[in-house]
């Protein structure tokens, strides 16, 4: 039987703190490792963690102050990290075949993936952001060819916070007052460990989840930074909320319910890309894999003792369910949320450069899922892109698809021909795209020469195969 929701705690992943500095970057060093962790209560479930904990520790740096991670890799598999978001040169982007080999097991990795191999490190890996970037809602996951899902559902996230002093310079909330919410679902066994479908347990070779789970891998239980449905007790004041949708294949429909009142409106400050230009108000936010939803809601709107509860319209059952707020005392609250918020240039339009379209298709003798009728090829560029011109992309699905770009954040222009919809607002660097949309997105790729990727975010399309190489020229 499921546990009761909102029992709980809600837990804040601990703050990563530099272990030092490097060549004039601040250094932090994440040990991967599985540990046995308490997620459903009385039960152990071995997760597969940064540091050993899911989520991951939150790292929280600045714009303009260049931060090295060193990783080591105590997994027994080989892992790979991607800043999500993240503008980050090419070698340290998280290429999918880019591995940190096991510590003391590099031997038999070589053959791995068909032969197919990259720049591999043993043991441990230095990753360098040159973080020039606006502050931003960021995260962190693995990122290993075909194996991306099962690694990130045993555990391998956690966020990564930009700060930059346009938005400190906003009377936005801030301390207690600032939650980082990762979001996901997961399904266990009995005895408490992960249920995830893997065709090959062992995570070794063989990609891809048994046929049940062709269209994404989705859980009965609903996680909030690791915990199931948590209750958090908050002062009746403003407080930001960064949602990110952290799941494998669900998207989520969020609404928070006061019992006998109308929803609380979630006024957007944010998307993935950092502040919008000025805040969009919103009754229900819809979130797909990997998009971040960075929201001001003001608690302060409800009598003291509401509960106030965060319910996912799209789930059904047990995944309608999310988090709960108990609004415990009056507080004063000198935030606010300003008419203006931060400066966005805007891309484009122009003329439809290129077209990527996302449909069900094969990937050698399997099933899979497709860009333009090719499944990923490492050693194959997609498209080459000159650095600092400004494309525009067109979009096309055949179901959902989330569809995730990597190097720069884009801005979505069109949906079905009309203006952007009413979650596009904004830098995005995932744009949902619903079954059999069109979406026209301006595309301006910077300073890094190399390969990078764009995929699908639906973590189970993106192992099978449903990612392209684009490469920057
Ligand atoms: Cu969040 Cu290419 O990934
Ligand atoms: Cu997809």
Known sequence: PLPEPYRVPLPAPPVARPAGTTGGADLYEITQRS???????????????????????????????????????????????HLHGGHTPAESDG???????????????????????????????????????????????DHRMDFTGPAVYRGLAGMHLVRDDVEDGLPLPRGDRELPLLICDRTF???????????????????????????????DVVLVNGAPWPVHEVDAARYRLRILNGANARRFSLVLQVPGGPNLPMTQIGSDGGLLAAPVVHQQIDVAPAERFDVVVDFDAVPVGTEVTMINKLGTGSTRDVLRFRVVRAAADDSRVPERLADVEPLGPGPVRREFVFTRGAVGDHRGWTINGRSFDPNDSLADVPLGQTEVWRF?????????VHLDQFQVLLRNGRGPGRFDAGWKDTVDIRPGEIVDVAVRFTDYQGKFVMHCHNLEHEDMAMMATIRTI
């Not at 096309?396 to 995730?404: A, F, I, L």
């Open 35 to 81: 540990a046995a962790v308490e997620i459903l209560p009385g039960l152990r479930t071995t997760v597969w963690g940064y540091d050993g904990i899911f989520p991951g520790p939150t790292l929280e740096t600045r714009r303009g102050r260049p931060v090295v991670v060193r990783h080591r890799n105590e997994l027994p598999v080989p892992t790979v990290v």
């Open 189 to 219: 066994n009995a005895d408490g460990s992960f249920r995830y479908p893997a065709l090959d347990r062992s995570l070794r070779t063989l990609p891809g989840v048994e046929d049940d789970w062709m269209e994404g891998v989705l859980g």
């Open 396 to 404: 096309r699905t055949d179901v959902h698809h989330p569809v995730h």
């Open 95 to 141: 290429w999918p075949l880019d591995l940190v080999l096991p510590v003391g097991d590099t031997s038999k990795w070589a053959h791995a993936h068909n032969g197919m191999v990259g720049d591999m490190a043993a043991g441990t890996r230095e990753y360098r952001y040159p973080m020039t970037q606006r502050a931003a809602t960021l995260w962190y996951h």
